[in-house]
């Protein structure tokens, strides 16, 4: 363990040297004995809950971990681009404290994760409107049918699956905090037109355009990881995703408000829903625009002239951020990519594993999720009940999270942590199924509700195994993409001939999600174990003398290296 109790400083302006253009070569300092070897740990919910880890440092101690750029044979083949936002804090002595880490981590989470919870908080609460308004006369009221509303889906994952790669390579090139208010501002326009649909058409119309615009995940994912390590970053994706529980509970309560405003002013109660609940994400879209700061080094703008981080903190962010990720300095947060990069992403096919999983484990409870309203509604409750009766699913959803996020950190196994989806999922589809044709309406709430609490945890898969920032941002997007293609998928198993208890439907949910746990999840786990192996044997049989020169002339990046190996 360290032990030093002081903050060491650089002892040069500049630890790079440019000899004869050929490239950074790192000075090595005597502050170089002070570094944390410890094994790297993730930052989890059992440190926080249990304190596991509580006293286990001296929070004076130097907390600055050793990384490539201690190495000065490694770290000219990790230096980022000259063009990277944040080159000018790069300062490989540089140290710091874990009190200073933990400091700055808590004030990144203040002023960088609450925008982000709340961006994507004004995103679900429209995403789930529809729904909402599904449990009053939506339908009726626009003279539409199930197979109309299904077609409605459809178009709106048609137009994202359209929209998705586009918007990633503009995000990439405007910056994420330019693109990501765009898109908001842009999706609750539109939603709050809803309010002056006349029927088919124009609904069949909005879907589209919310599809085009709807597009903003992944971008807040990367734009977070310009904050965060990825040891710091996967339980904030888990409390991301329980912050949209929240965000749908709370979105429950506000639809059973609004809702009671039927017959005011002879507008039914879910246009003033689509009105309200647009109006409110638009002004969260507005003032995104002045919380979202491109890079941890430029916080400072003309309405905020101080910056939210000193320069301290700012060569701190920098550094702690490249050690543990060297790629990320690749490429600047105004690059776009090149035809080049994007063909080589698409071309991966080592995530084509995942890309199908992505495809068919969100379709056995995507119905269900769809559908819940118009099935309570046929069950028997009323409007306002079906509202209600949607915040149970919600609640435990956030337990469950909770739980395979711990059970995430104990184990370290990304394939039997994500198949527990279609492993909860199973039993009440087969409950739901085996239901008699007039089911007591609270026993059906149940299997459902249960059915819907499914416990998520595959998102940050894709990232881990695309390796750089160039093929993380295609690669994200394409991950995105097939799973919204499993929506279109979903949204035509329950039709309307089979309703209402839709039990052809469900076989079909069942034969699905038996398929994912009995095939295609033990396959993609055989196959990752199967490349590493194949890395493994070349990467041995090397000498250190080849092993430098490889990565002193290699072309790969991301995933194509040699000495990257996939998590399963």
Known sequence: MVTESTTIKSTSSSPVDDISGKGPVVSVHETSSNLVDEEEHQVNFSDIFFRKRKDLFDPDAIATKRSVFDDPVLAPHYWPKKDYENIHRLDPSARWTYREERALVRKIDWKIMVVAAVVFSALNLDRFNLSQANSSSFLAD????????????????????????????????????????????????????????????????????????????PDLILYLSYFYTKTELPIRLALFWMSSYLCSITASFLAYGILHLDGVAGKAGWRWLFLIEGGITLFIGVATFFNMPPSPTQTKAWFRPKGWFTEREEVIMVNRILRDDPTKGDMHNREGLSLRRFWTAICDYDLWPLYILGLTSGIPDGPPSTYLTLLLRDIGFNTFQTNLLTIPYQVLGIITMFLITLLSEHVGERTFVAILENLWTLPFLVALYALPSEPNQWVFFAIVTGLLSYPYQQTGWCSRN???????????????????????????????????????????????????????????????IWRNRQRDKVWNRMTVEERDHYLRTTKDVGNRRLDFRFAH
């Open 142 to 217: 626009l003279g539409l049918t199930t197979d109309d509303f299904n077609l409605g889906n459809s178009i709106f994952r048609l137009a994202f699956l359209c929209a998705e790669l586009p918007s990633q390579l503009i995000s990439k090139r405007v910056g994420p905090d330019r693109w990501i208010p765009t898109e908001i501002c842009l999706w609750s326009v539109v939603s709050l037109a809803q309010f002056w649909l006349t029927g088919r058409t124009s609904f069949l119309v909005c879907r589209a355009l919310l599809g085009y615009v709807s597009l903003f995940i």
């Open 466 to 528: 695309a390796g750089g920032v160039s093929g993380r941002i295609v690669n994200a997007s394409l991950y995105n993409m097939f799973t919204q293609a499993s929506s279109v998928v979903g949204s035509q198993i329950y039709v309307a001939s089979d309703a209402p208890r839709y039990e052809r439907g469900n076989r079909v949910l069942i034969i699905i999600c038996c398929v994912n746990l009995g095939i295609l999840y033990p396959a993609t786990k055989a196959y990752y």
